[in-house]
């Protein structure tokens, strides 16, 4: 069943009107694995509602001696709000285990491109730690292309500087601010696609350099909005797609839900990680996470609508219908699912879980 974990906010920092770094220590003490990249499935209850919220690791492995996470408020929005105003050092947390597969590559990659806006920062600046203490790497070509209003609203940008002047080398950042002109390392404008084109043809050495295009690979965590922009310039010039990764932060509000129809159900069985297996049934119209849950079953979960993977299973038998605000995918054994956007469609279907 889900592990849970514990933690103190050992310190709060500011690091814009609207953004803190809670370091985290663990209660207990023992030590959290986790990777740069990756994100903390915070849980709390708010009146008597359970709420997850994901919140990626602004801190490194090795690099920093606790976990820190990096939050920015979002107007009106239940989870942030409480941790910018309200949380205190020595407040108790809690949370699922670290997930997430915004991950860096085993292998040392010929040269990395970053777009980042607002706190879609904060899984970079783990990635860049991470970068900046690896021998093996240090040769590989860094560009950061960061997207704000201004610089006081600019998440980590003393450090950003510092990376800037320390390895002049290898390391170039931009930043895009909307509202604010005349600042070092920065274009006063939105990131639109001719810039990220002029920048990206810098960065390869043109659009003759095709080996430099296709070893290219690209972190793309920023609005939607910005993150399609992105995906469809480099397409447009002949980047490979499957060399993008990203993170997203924002559930898309255009994700349709099905009517559950308690008349017809189909059976799941789950086998979890500590080799149970959990069985039970779901309506049809009802998504396999939305029918644990009402069941009582503690399947992993964080964000319920198809952007942050923690509750990804593999399907062993059966048809799974992942529903996508876009598309629906039909998956059957061997792929991997989102149990909370994954509906039934066979009779009996059997997922394994880590
Ligand atoms: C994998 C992953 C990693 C994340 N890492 C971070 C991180 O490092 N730092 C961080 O600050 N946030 C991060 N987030 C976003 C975070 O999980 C919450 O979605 C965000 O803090 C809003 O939650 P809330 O409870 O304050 O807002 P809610 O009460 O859930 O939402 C209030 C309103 O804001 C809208 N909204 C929700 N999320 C966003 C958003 N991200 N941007 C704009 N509008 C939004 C909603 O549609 C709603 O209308 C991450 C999300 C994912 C999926
Ligand atoms: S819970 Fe986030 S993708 Fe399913």
New binding site residues.
Partial sequence: MERRLLWRIAKKREETPE?VTLVLEPVGGETVAYEPGQ?LPLIRTFGSRE?R??????SCPGVDVLPA???????????????VRQARAGDMLESAEPA?R?LLPAQRPERLLYVAA???I??ILSHLKAIFQKKDWSDVPLRLLYANRDSAHTIFKKQIDDWIAAWPERFEATYFFSRERGAAHAEHAHLNNALLERHLLDFVGGRANASARSSLLTYLCA?TPLMRMARMTMRTLGFPDERILQ?????D?RLQRRQPDPSRRHHIVVALPDSQRVAFDTFEGETILQAALRQGIALPY??KSG????CLARCVRGEVDVQFVEQTRREGPGALVNTCIGYAVSDEVELAIG
């Fill in positions: 953004a994100y709420e919220r994901a919140y990626s690791f602004s996470l990096t939050v920015k408020r979002i107007p009106n929005g239940l989870f942030s709000t409480w941790l997430g915004f607002g706190s879609g904060t899984p609005p993170e997203t932060f924002t559930p509000p964080t964000c952007v942050c993977l923690s």
